[in-house]
């Protein structure tokens, strides 16, 4: 059984993050081939890199590292779902990924991003550059969603298209298929 984690990228209040990302959770739990589970940053809440020795020797000293740890490495791949701020990605994000690094290694990763004109794509540009560091995959599959704003009804909820959710599906598509594919890629790794 595949393993994916979405994570959302802003802890901000009144965060329209949490609508992408709850959709795209809706979407994946409907496939048999996966478990699936929506990482809210918000609740791990992390406080800011706290640990005294990098993350690439794997030696935490605190529970929290020690649960993000468990979290990230339990999973097979990951869908990050990012605001755009100021032509890059959130800070939580960032400190997030920055907890830990073997866990993240030899793993896919997709994207949903959303802010205005682009649409969050600078913002992914920033985190392909992060992908390859942490040695994660980083699949081409993205889901932009420009000036997102203009496509919520009078209740502040987005209105998802047929074409979104046919974009979510051929993101899930590549996503699993290549999460399989490095879990035995990983295997081989590490033995």
Known sequence: ???????????????????????????AK?????????????EV????????VPPSAKKYTKEHTI???KIIEESDGFIFVTPEYNHSYSPVLKNAI?????????KPVAYISY????????????????????KMYDLNEQIALANYWEHLDKNGKYQFTKENDQAANALLDSLIFWAKKMKEARKELNS
């Open 115 to 134: 802010g205005s004109a682009a649409g969050g794509t600078r913002a992914v540009e920033h985190l392909r550059t992060i992908a390859a560091q942490t």
């Open 67 to 69: 649960r993000w740890s």
């Open 45 to 52: 809440n992390l406080p800011f890199l706290d640990e005294p």
């Open 98 to 106: 920055d907890f830990v690094w073997q866990e993240w290694n030899y």
């Open 1 to 27: 059984m595949i393993t994916i984690k979405i994570l959302t990228g802003s802890v901000r209040p009144g965060r329209f993050n949490i609508q992408p990302a709850t959709w795209i959770y809706e979407i």
């Open 30 to 42: 409907k496939r048999k081939e996966i478990k699936v589970e929506l990482v809210d940053l918000q």
